[in-house]
């Protein structure tokens, strides 16, 4: 990968480092993750405002549809995986 794009068009399209014929759901969810700590680590307040700029109608539906299921699931008891950098409150 070189560009934004193939970074891009790599995770639109990512099924399994494993076996391409069976989705990791776990795994893009570690990947999701990763991205959820940069943010929080990286991203000012403000900049929030602009998130739904980048987010299709149905993008914004199904990360509203994640945030409900992940408010009805038991805590999880995972460790942070935050850089411990000054950005977003958790």
């Known amino acids: 990968m070189k560009t934004f794009e193939d970074l891009e068009a790599m995770l639109r399209e990512w099924v399994s480092f494993a076996d391409p014929h ?19 680590s990286h991203m000012l ?12 109608a149905e993008q914004t539906a199904f990360v509203l549809k994640l945030a409900t299921m992940l408010r009805r699931a038991p805590s999880s008891d995972q460790p942070d995986r935050a850089t411990g950098r000054e950005g977003i409150p958790g």
């Open 22 to 40: 069976v989705y990791d759901a776990g795994g893009i969810a570690a990947l999701f993750a990763a991205c959820l700590d940069n943010m929080r």
């Open 45 to 56: 307040e403000a900049e929030l405002e602009d998130i739904g700029a980048y987010l299709t």
